[in-house]
């Protein structure tokens, strides 16, 4: 039989967890706090049908929504990154700095694409977000884990982890952080930008769930304290207009738009002209700024409903964030409890959740008490639901 390429080998343990997470998600019995995705309540489908009715037809966009189309991706659709997403949050790009990709992991794969060689460091938040590590690892880079306290990640940390390994990238999640939920302060934003220039290393922001805001003030993305074009700001549409559609885009300097555009060409050639141009209408009609009010709405009775549901059912001792926006909390037990051992029971009581030690890249047991939660894709009964039952099967272990 022939030999697997080794890359299949160093993104296995990821690979594993990645794989549970959607196996999961697809079990009509089970009340999963473990996916990502966004509330099916929200999902705009009233509005995608009219738009598809109106514009695919031959005098309007039919025929551009089902042709080939351009690699940086639909005109209007990058314009409407500059003018709706990105100039709000005091960011002024152009189209030509704008590339469509595939939903939002697919940045992490053209920039490793361009960018990385095996056995290059990429610096991650301690946890952080186990479905770019394996696209990391899958690229044979090491990802080395970066000392995070109750605001994210620490910048004296960071700046001696970038001058003993000399990584590539540094990749965060400044806001509503996943898997944890937290937020990184205005202050540690500018700096990171900073070091990112000072050192000559790629600060990559991914920063799907900003808009997800439901409490507190907003806060500049780190792209904001740039001045030398070492950020790249990567962002996703599945959270404010459909997971479906695998819509995302890249905002990054022209020099490096036009190696991106290289790769993506050598990838998939461009993202779906047809969903590129049903987003576009989305945007271009206006149906944006209620849509976003009407998701912030629904997500924020179940951040909510999830707070109080985690105060009730799990044990004293329970820690847990408070996210101001998002999907997730991170929960950690008290005594020893093993959420990884525990998660094979909880999934037979039908309630999943994702164990936390396969957050943590440096491992060592580290995470083992914990698990990142899901308040996204349940209503509030079912979280009152499910998190009783898991409540119950963690007290019976104490």
Same mark, same amino acid.
């Given at each position: =039989?022939?030999?697997?390429?080794?890359?299949?080998?160093? =993104? %296995? @343990?990821?690979?594993?967890?990645?794989?549970?997470?959607?196996?999961?998600?697809?079990?009509?019995?089970?009340?999963?706090?473990?996916?990502?995705?966004?509330?099916? %309540?929200?999902?705009?489908?009233?509005?995608?049908?009219?738009?598809?009715?109106?514009?695919?037809?031959?005098?309007?966009?039919?025929? %551009?929504?089902?042709?080939?189309?351009?690699?940086?991706?639909?005109?209007?659709?990058?314009?409407?990154?500059?003018?709706?997403?990105?100039?709000?949050?005091?960011?002024?790009?152009?189209?030509?700095?704008?590339?469509?990709?595939?939903?939002?992991?697919?940045?992490?794969?053209?920039?490793?694409?361009?960018?990385?060689?095996? $056995?290059?460091?990429?610096?991650?938040?301690?946890?952080?977000?186990?479905?770019?590590?394996?696209?990391?690892? =899958?690229?044979?880079?090491?990802?080395?884990?970066?000392?995070?306290?109750?605001?994210?990640?620490? =910048?004296?940390?960071?700046?001696?982890?970038?001058?003993?390994?000399?990584?590539?990238?540094?990749?965060?999640?400044?806001?509503?952080?996943?898997?944890?939920?937290?937020?990184?302060?205005?202050?540690?934003?500018?700096?990171?930008? %900073?070091?990112?220039?000072?050192?000559?290393?790629?600060?990559?922001?991914?920063?799907?769930?900003?808009?997800?805001?439901?409490?507190?003030?907003?806060?500049?993305?780190?792209?904001?304290?740039?001045?030398?074009?070492?950020?790249?700001?990567?962002?996703?549409?599945?959270?404010?207009?459909?997971?479906?559609?695998?819509?995302?885009?890249?905002?990054?300097?022209?020099?490096?738009?036009?190696?991106?555009?290289?790769?993506?060409?050598?990838? @998939?050639?461009?993202?779906?002209?047809?969903?590129?141009?049903?987003?576009?209408?989305?945007?271009?009609?206006?149906?944006?700024?209620?849509?976003?009010?009407?998701?912030?709405?629904?997500?924020?009775?179940?951040?909510?409903?999830?707070?109080?549901?985690?105060?009730?059912?799990?044990?004293?001792?329970?820690?847990?964030?408070?996210?101001? $926006?998002?999907?997730?909390?991170?929960?950690?037990?008290?005594?020893?409890?093993?959420?990884?051992?525990?998660?094979?029971?909880?999934?037979?009581?039908?309630?999943?959740?994702?164990?936390?030690?396969?957050?943590?890249?440096?491992?060592?047991?580290?995470?083992? @008490?914990?698990?990142?939660?899901?308040?996204? @894709?349940?209503?509030?009964?079912?979280?009152?639901?499910?998190?009783?039952?898991?409540?119950?099967?963690?007290?019976?272990?104490?």
């Amino acid at each position: =039989m022939p030999k697997f390429a080794q890359r299949m080998q160093d =993104m %296995e @343990n990821t690979a594993v967890i990645i794989r549970g997470l959607f196996n999961a998600m697809g079990d009509p019995e089970t009340i999963s706090f473990g996916g990502g995705a966004p509330a099916k %309540e929200g999902l705009p489908v009233d509005i995608v049908r009219e738009i598809c009715a109106d514009v695919l037809t031959e005098e309007k966009r039919g025929q %551009e929504a089902l042709q080939y189309g351009a690699v940086l991706g639909v005109a209007d659709l990058r314009q409407a990154v500059c003018d709706v997403l990105l100039a709000p949050k005091g960011l002024s790009p152009s189209p030509d700095e704008i590339l469509i990709v595939n939903g939002g992991l697919e940045t992490m794969n053209l920039l490793c694409q361009v960018f990385i060689d095996p $056995g290059d460091v990429i610096l991650v938040e301690s946890p952080t977000f186990v479905h770019c590590v394996e696209i990391f690892e =899958m690229f044979q880079a090491k990802c080395i884990a970066v000392e995070c306290d109750d605001q994210g990640l620490v =910048m004296e940390d960071v700046e001696r982890k970038i001058k003993e390994y000399h990584p590539k990238f540094v990749y965060v999640i400044p806001t509503f952080q996943n898997p944890t939920g937290k937020t990184l302060p205005v202050d540690r934003r500018k700096r990171l930008a %900073e070091l990112g220039s000072q050192y000559d290393v790629i600060i990559l922001e991914d920063d799907p769930y900003q808009e997800l805001r439901y409490s507190g003030e907003a806060l500049p993305p780190i792209k904001c304290f740039d001045k030398t074009g070492h950020t790249v700001y990567a962002n996703s549409f599945s959270k404010i207009f459909s997971p479906g559609s695998r819509l995302g885009f890249v905002y990054t300097k022209k020099e490096w738009i036009a190696r991106l555009f290289d790769a993506k060409t050598a990838t @998939n050639s461009h993202t779906s002209t047809f969903a590129q141009v049903i987003c576009a209408e989305f945007f271009k009609r206006g149906y944006f700024p209620e849509h976003l009010e009407k998701i912030r709405a629904i997500h924020r009775e179940r951040r909510d409903a999830m707070m109080a549901a985690i105060d009730k059912y799990l044990p004293e001792g329970t820690k847990r964030v408070f996210p101001d $926006g998002g999907l997730f909390t991170w929960v950690e037990l008290p005594g020893n409890i093993d959420t990884t051992a525990l998660l094979k029971e909880a999934n037979e009581n039908h309630v999943h959740y994702i164990a936390g030690e396969g957050f943590f890249t440096e491992g060592g047991g580290k995470g083992k @008490n914990c698990m990142r939660i899901s308040f996204g @894709n349940v209503t509030p009964e079912q979280i009152d639901v499910g998190m009783k039952r898991l409540g119950d099967l963690i007290r019976s272990k104490l």
